[in-house]
């Protein structure tokens, strides 16, 4: 007797399903985890890759706080929200912080 198995249509339909939304989840980086990335980097690097910031703010400590405000339309409104870069005093990116983004589907 022979144990193979026939695989019906539905079976075929749900693995693809679940091989593209394997596929999709991949490509997707939320908003924290492309904020890391930028940790270590330098200045310099993060101001060619994202340009002039809408507010720079010097602290007592020498550090700087790079923030870029982002507009998007969510349900026919439209929202603000910021992201901000610490950079120490070597020019390195030390930190991060956001408010008010959705998560991101484009790799940076």
């Not at 019906?8 to 904020?35: V, W």
């Not at 980097?41 to 007592?60: C, F, K």
């Not at 439209?78 to 610490?86: E, H, K, P, T």
Request: net charge neutral.
């Amino acid at each position: 007797m022979s144990n193979n198995r026939i695989v019906t249509n539905n079976e075929t339909k749900i693995y693809g399903i679940i091989t593209i939304i394997l596929i999709c989840t991949s490509c997707i980086t939320t908003t924290s985890s492309m904020m890391k990335s930028w940790v270590g980097h330098s200045e310099t690097e993060l101001l060619i890759r994202w340009g002039a910031p809408d507010l720079v703010q010097n602290l007592p400590s020498g550090e700087k706080v790079y923030t870029w405000k982002r507009f998007y339309e969510n349900n026919q409104t439209l929202n603000v929200g910021r992201q901000s870069f610490v950079i120490d005093q070597n020019g390195i990116v030390e930190g991060w912080s956001y408010e008010n983004i959705p998560w991101l589907t484009r790799k940076y």
